[in-house]
């Protein structure tokens, strides 16, 4: 059962563009979700975050929103940057912390010059 | 602080021998977590502890696992009779206690049962 789902393994973007990463989850009891980046052979480093009394959490170049009645959040990137290119999760939690967190199977963005 | 580190970084082992890793968090955390990632897959929750308690167990830490953290500082996560299903990156990460608050996860170590 999983419980966090990206539905889009990979994701292409142009340098400078949008890049807008999705997830849905199933789990109504779920109240944290928070977005990790993670390169090769090292482990996912933490990026951004938002409680579900919020809608909308922004820090820098990235912007999460989530939309508890559809069950989706998305991470948004403005401008993307070649830097950018990694793998990216998503993860929930219903214990208001960051214990037991649930994680997405990831989309791996490629940002092109 | 460097952040939470992981020793060792890669491990090969033969089928049916025990392996032990060690993760030391950030000095300041007193949550410490244990993950498990196969290939394609993200992150799995095995066990968390709160200083030296450990307070949860996932169905997937079968018998075979065991993790401790004896003085709430660092912690091992031991492997015994390992089988080459336990092949993967077990991750460690650490956190405050209070509030939404995230984790902040090391390097990993990557276990390869041959």
């Known amino acids: 059962d999983q419980q966090v789902k990206q539905n889009s393994p990979s994701l292409s973007v142009q340098e400078g563009r949008i890049s807008i990463l999705n997830c849905d989850y199933t789990?109504?009891?779920?109240?944290?979700f928070l977005w990790y980046k993670k390169y090769p052979a090292e482990g996912p480093t933490f990026l951004i975050s938002i409680s579900s009394i919020k809608d909308k959490n922004e820090d820098g170049r990235f912007t999460v929103f989530l939309n508890k009645s559809a069950k989706h959040l998305s991470l948004h990137i403005v401008p993307s940057q070649p830097g950018d290119s990694a793998v990216y999760f998503c993860a929930a939690s219903d214990v208001g912390g960051a214990q037991k967190l649930v994680f997405g199977q990831g989309t791996r963005l490629t940002i092109n010059p | 602080d460097t952040g939470v580190s992981q020793d060792p970084r890669h491990k090969i082992t033969k089928r049916g021998q025990n392996v032990t890793f060690r993760c030391d968090p950030i000095?300041?955390?007193?949550?410490l977590y244990w993950y498990r990632q196969t290939l394609g897959q993200g992150p799995e929750f095995l066990t968390y502890f709160q200083n030296e308690a450990q307070l949860e167990k996932s169905r997937l830490l079968s018998d075979r696992f065991s993790a401790e953290r004896p003085k709430g500082s660092f912690s091992t996560l031991e492997i015994q009779c390992t089988e080459q299903g336990d092949s993967a990156m077990y991750l460690c990460?650490?956190?405050?206690?209070?509030?939404?608050?995230?984790?902040?996860f090391g390097q990993g170590t990557r276990l390869t049962v041959v």
């Open positions: 789990n109504s009891m779920f109240d944290y």
């Open positions: 990460a650490s956190s405050l206690e209070v509030g939404y608050t995230e984790a902040f």
């Open positions: 000095s300041e955390h007193n949550r």
